[in-house]
């Protein structure tokens, strides 16, 4: 069933299994070759781990289908609710993952170990802006069991803005801004959903220069043609189709859901939009981080 409410670790409201777990997360040994995926949830995560995989198997489609992406990009915190039957997940899965490993997180980067900035690995975070991450996420919660009911769609984006102990991984606006201050000192490639909508291609290049990788161009099409969002929608290795219904009920909304940046607008009222507006102000004040909120 549904989980009631969320734990907390380091005053980071997060799933209790996961907090559960944290101390094995947080010994976590890093190897000099990871690459660690970092992402508020809902920013594209499972999209930039689809691309990343693809281009470690230089682009040979049927290597990336084999297995489900959260197997084939081991997910840092994940520890396997009790809905889910036993299964490898999390730093249990990593250790067994031959080099170089893919690793996903969505830790805010205070809490994540400091094997990652200890062994140098090189990290790239992407970001999408708030009011699509929070219609995302709105569904996201209805989905997947391990989050309380979000109630309504009003009462979510009051939850998201407060980022109180309602809101698992805590405030976008803490993890965004986080994330981007670091991008001065450390290998990390800070990218945003909205580029990757607008031009796939420009930012599969730019990846791939970060890496210091070159494939073949028609590698490069194969990449962008098996990692659009109509292929990776009917691709049950990449939508997490493959997750037990009591963990993720699919029927209630799709994880590719629409893919598209300004969905938000068929959701939010003009007053909703105004607060947010406001809140958002506030919060961004100071910083050079901008978002599009539509391509
Ligand atoms: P929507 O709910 O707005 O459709 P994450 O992987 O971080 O959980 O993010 C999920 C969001 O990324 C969902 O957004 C999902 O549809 C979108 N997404 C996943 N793959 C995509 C792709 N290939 N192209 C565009 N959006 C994609």
Redesign the pocket.
Known sequence: GRQEELGSLHGIPLYKCFVEGWPQVEDFQARPDDLLIA????????????ILDMIYHDGDVEKCRRDAIFNRVPFLEMKVPEMLTPCPAGVELLEKTPSPRLVKTHLPIQLLPTSFWDKNCKVIY?A?NPK?VV??YY??YQMAKIHPDPGTLNEFLETFMAAGVGLAYGSWYEHVRGWWEKKQEKQLLYLF?ED??KDPQQEVQKILRFLGKEVAEGTVARILHH???Q???KNPA??YETMPTAFMDHSL????????SG?WKNHFTVAQNERFDRHYREHMEGSDLHFQMEV
């Open positions: 992402t508020y949830p809902k920013s594209g995560t499972t999209w930039l781990s689809e992407m999408r699509d219609i995302s569904y996201f959903y990757m909508k990692t659009s969002f292929e990776m929608r990449a939508n909304s799709p994880f590719l859901r629409k893919g598209i969905d």
